[in-house]
């Protein structure tokens, strides 16, 4: 099939009155003008599905489900609102369901159904533990986590860390040594102890000042991150995790480093009720998500169309930049090499965006 395009977002820029052939869902062609073989034409943006790194689920259930059945909805459910590609997170739990989950999800990961597995816990500081469960918060152990990773069968590609635990350094020149992302976050540390991690070979920042010291000073953890060209920032753009004079900083310093995430639980896609996360309870209001009782934060109800939107509309940053950060860098990232641009040879996960709403588009 070839289709045209008022526009499209390719190789970084705008570029206009663009048409694409697409053969078997790989995209086999790219060109500028009039194709008389055009079989349609879309007066909106072309741009690149969304890669979210950091999501719990979605449309009433989480990838911790044991029945694939629901993984697939809370998929598909992200997957209206242009998510093509995901990397489902597991919250701190026991051990032994651990694993159960982990081995569930493996066989997602094999069809291509989900892009990996995201570990975020249980090796989090217990003060900065957000909406996991301080009771199951462990220190990490190398022959445990080795032997999550063998459980995985090479689908774990993300483990988040409190850096300053008892032997987090060590966990992280492994798993880096292993093709595994080690990510910081969920941390008490301060500016030296996250710049071991880093130098270590932590390459990505779990929700950037959530669940961490929100001073941006000399000794904190965010300066450090903040200003630390080697890491990538991830950032849950609703409007009420994160405020705007933190992402002015953002931009100001790691504009090219943001990673655009949901952390989506179980309520992104429906409405405002009584849900859980873990084994904790949760009430949304107004689509903000916390837990029963402290009123934490408990992930959010977050998709990526209205990340994405945020981030031009509130933020300021243009359209190419958007893209970078919600399909490009986490593609990069996670090392996908099919998804992310609009490039020849890659998957056609492809978006129509208006300037208000994003259509994914069907071949």
């Not at 079989?39 to 719990?56: A, C, N, Q």
């Not at 992302?181 to 959530?210: Q, Y």
């Amino acid at each position: 099939m070839i289709f045209s395009m008022t526009s499209a977002v390719v190789d970084g820029k705008i570029q206009e009155d663009i048409w694409i052939e697409v053969l078997n869902g790989i995209i086999t062609g790219i060109g500028h003008g009039e194709n008389v073989l055009s079989e349609k034409t879309y007066s909106g943006t072309l741009i690149p599905g969304f890669v979210d790194m950091h999501s719990h689920g979605a449309g009433g259930y989480y990838f911790a489900d044991s029945d694939p059945t629901h993984v697939q909805i809370a998929i598909n459910t992200h997957r209206s609102y242009g998510t093509t590609s995901i990397l489902a997170s597991l919250v701190t739990t026991d051990l032994v369901t651990l694993a159960s989950q982990i081995k569930s999800l493996s066989p997602l990961v094999k069809s291509g159904a989900l892009v990996g597995i995201h570990l975020e816990g249980p090796y989090l500081s217990t003060a900065k533990c957000g909406a996991h469960d301080p009771a199951l918060l462990r220190t990490p152990h190398l022959d445990e986590i080795k032997s999550l990773i063998e459980i995985g069968q090479g689908s774990i590609r993300m483990v988040t860390i409190a850096p300053e635990l008892d032997g987090a350094l060590i966990a992280i020149q492994w798993l880096v040594s292993q093709g595994v992302i080690a990510a910081i976050g969920h941390s008490d540390a301060d500016a030296d102890t996250a710049r071991m991690a880093i130098d270590a070979g932590a390459k990505v920042v779990t929700h950037f000042t959530n669940a961490m010291s929100k001073s941006i000073t000399n000794t904190s953890m965010a300066t450090q991150v903040l200003n630390d060209s080697r890491v990538a920032l991830e950032l849950i753009n609703d409007g009420t995790h994160v405020p705007s004079e933190t992402i002015s900083a953002m931009k100001a310093n790691a504009g090219q480093r943001i990673v655009l995430v949901t952390d989506a639980m179980s309520a992104a896609g429906l409405s405002d009720g009584a849900y859980i996360i873990g084994k904790l309870d949760v009430l949304v209001e107004n689509s903000i998500a916390r837990l029963v009782g402290s009123g934490a934060l408990a992930g959010s109800t977050l998709t990526m169309d209205r990340a994405f939107i945020n981030f031009i509309e509130k933020d300021g940053f243009s359209l190419p930049d958007a893209v970078f950060a919600a399909a490009t860098l986490p593609a990069q990232i996670l090392g996908l090499n099919d998804v992310g641009s609009i490039k020849v040879g890659k998957k056609a996960n492809l978006l129509n965006f208006d300037g208000k709403s994003v259509e994914l588009l069907t071949f």
